[in-house]
């Protein structure tokens, strides 16, 4: 049985990463799975489970999160008739293999590499978030056949490598196509749980070493982080979407999308000197 003091410490870390990451959510509408994945990382790591399959553990519990706030954000955005289910259904199944293939991949690699691909991603993404323009455009309308199915492939396998709910991937996709933003957001946060539901009950069947695993922990997926997590961004997540009405929504992707890199770039710097 874990010693209390350490339990003590997971849960208060835990509830402080949920809460931070449901303020972001609901302030700047872009997924948890970009902050939670990090902030798992450093946070076990410092509590003594830093280990070749700490990457896993921190993937998967990320998207297992990601199951619930998908289905939330998903809820809302429909009762607005903002959702392409069109788009959603077609691209869904190529998602989901993308998503399967993802789990095989990230349970044959080691933390370091996990960590190395996660952060050169993470600024990629953080450098579209600055330099992105609305007005680009690749095509007037999505991809269609075999391209779209490689491309939906790609999207769940990349989210997957990341513990991301694919809306970094997919808004930009569809707005290049000329989507709407308003309706890619919209769309994208289904793509969460086509990407968490599938890859998750894969996680669940990989097999972590016994001591490097944090307590309750089912296959990779730690069952008190998404719990609390869940609690924690719920509550929050309406405190950001309150202060976003009141600040420069430019200024702070950019802010953020600033933080993103400095993020990758420190586990980047930890994954090489480790």
């Not at 050169?120 to 609305?134: D, E, N």
Request: charged share 10%.
């Amino acid at each position: 049985m874990p010693e209390t003091a350490l339990l003590i410490q997971m849960a208060l870390l835990l509830m402080g990463i949920g809460a931070f990451a449901g303020v972001l959510a609901g302030l700047l509408g872009v997924g948890g799975g970009i902050v939670l994945v990090p902030a798992f990382y450093f946070s076990l790591a410092a509590l003594g489970y830093d280990s070749p399959e700490l990457m896993q553990i921190c993937l998967a519990t990320s998207l297992a999160t990601i199951i619930v706030t998908s289905a939330r954000s998903v809820a809302a955005h429909n009762r607005k008739g903002a959702v392409e289910w069109s788009i959603l259904r077609d691209w869904a199944p190529g998602i989901a293999v993308g998503a399967l293939l993802g789990v095989l991949v990230v349970a044959s690699l080691r933390s370091q590499i996990l960590v190395l691909t996660f952060s050169v991603l993470v600024f990629l993404i953080a450098c579209y978030m600055v330099f992105g323009k609305s007005t680009w455009r690749l095509a007037d309308q999505m991809p269609k056949g075999l391209f779209q199915r490689a491309l939906s492939a790609l999207v769940g396998f990349l989210s997957v490598l990341m513990g991301i709910g694919g809306g970094s991937f997919g808004v930009p996709i569809m707005t290049l196509h000329g989507v709407p933003i308003h309706r890619a957001v919209a769309t994208a946060a289904g793509f969460g749980a086509i990407i968490a539901i599938p890859s998750v009950l894969g996680f669940f069947f990989v097999e972590i070493t016994p001591e490097a695993r944090p307590p309750y922990t089912l296959g990779a997926v730690n069952i008190p982080a998404f719990l609390l997590v869940i609690a924690m961004t719920t509550l929050t997540a309406p405190l950001g979407a309150a202060l976003a009405h009141k600040l420069d929504q430019k200024k702070l992707k950019r802010v953020f999308a600033v933080f993103l890199m400095i993020v990758s770039i420190n586990m980047l710097r930890k994954a090489l000197m480790g």
